[in-house]
């Protein structure tokens, strides 16, 4: 089971911090990711990161978004800087390549 949580409606350049605590008998030497979905649009990748901690993210988030684990806590992070209108959409955690399952995700709304 994945659990995200964290999202809110915040202005252009506020910052919100997205978690994600995964529960169950799932192995977590994946490497894990957040998604976002608009609607009208497929689930993108935003940000990965692998159970050594190496990172990667979509170039429009680069340098504003930070992606974290705690493998014996279950749980991923996403601290999102800088935030603009364009982030808006539910941000979903998931392996990479993803699980079968999703959780319900957490909706981030940003106003210009």
């Known amino acids: 089971q994945l659990v995200e949580s964290g999202g809110g409606l915040v202005q252009a350049g506020d910052s919100l911090k997205l978690s994600c605590v995964i529960s169950g008998d799932v192995a977590l030497l994946n490497r894990m990711a957040w998604y976002r979905q608009v609607p009208g649009k497929e689930r993108e990748l935003v940000a990965s990161i692998t159970g050594g901690g190496t990172t990667d993210y979509t170039p429009s988030v680069k340098g504003r978004f930070t992606i974290s684990r705690n493998n014996a806590q279950k749980t991923v992070w996403l601290q999102m800087d800088s935030l603009r209108a364009e982030d808006t959409g539910v941000y979903y955690c998931?392996?990479?390549?993803?699980?079968?399952?999703w959780g319900q995700g957490t909706q981030v709304t940003v106003s210009s």
């Open positions: 998931n392996a990479n390549p993803p699980w079968t399952f």
